[in-house]
């Protein structure tokens, strides 16, 4: 509170704002003519050669951990994805200490054709029902059949003598007086 009342800071305040304005401003004049500014050079962190052994080990005791851990399994719904796509056999077989006990009991508790829908679904489906507790599948939504299209209305053509009547008709200006030709 008590550097919000020095005046001192608030007329660095306003400086940096105005010099930032101007700087801003000189920059894209700058560019129209094609000359853009230097970009800052950051400095990089003092780093030994200590370091750098530490986090390699570091790094490899991590990697050692992920490959004992479990049969390439790192999370969840993957394993909810595997025992999905599983057979019965298979099923029996399978490692589940990754999932919790509330998520253990709702996969043991899937019917056949939720399992089905599950595989077909893929992972981010897995995840979304593991999550929610429910099965929600995401499968494509099938094509709608398109309706055959209706024949093309069939037209007469008018024959050569109805256009000579109508035409004959036109000239006589009247239905009686249609001249015949001899």
Not at 28 to 53: F, M
Not at 131 to 151: D, F, H, N, Q
Request: a negative charge; one cysteine or more; hydrophobic letters at 45%.
């Amino acid at each position: 509170m008590k550097k919000f009342l020095n005046p001192w800071t608030w007329f660095e305040f306003m400086m940096s704002a105005v010099i930032g304005i101007s700087r801003g401003l000189w920059e894209g004049l700058l560019s129209l003519v094609g000359v853009y500014p230097q970009v800052p050079r950051n400095a990089h962190e003092n780093i030994q050669a200590v370091d750098v052994a530490d986090a390699y080990t570091e790094e490899a005791e991590k990697q050692s951990g992920n490959d004992a851990a479990g049969s390439g399994l790192q999370e969840s719904p993957d394993v909810v994805l595997a025992y999905a796509r599983a057979g019965n056999e298979e099923r029996a077989l399978m490692d589940l200490g990754k999932l919790s006990t509330s998520e253990l009991d709702w996969l043991l508790g899937l019917t056949d054709r939720d399992l089905i829908l599950l595989a077909a679904s893929g992972s981010a489906a897995c995840a979304r029902s593991l999550t929610a507790g429910m099965v929600i599948p995401s499968l494509p939504r099938p094509r709608r059949e398109r309706l055959p299209e209706a024949p093309p209305a069939v037209l007469k053509v008018p024959n050569a003598d109805y256009v000579r009547e109508r035409f004959m008709m036109s000239l006589c200006g009247s239905y009686g007086l249609a001249l015949k030709p001899h």
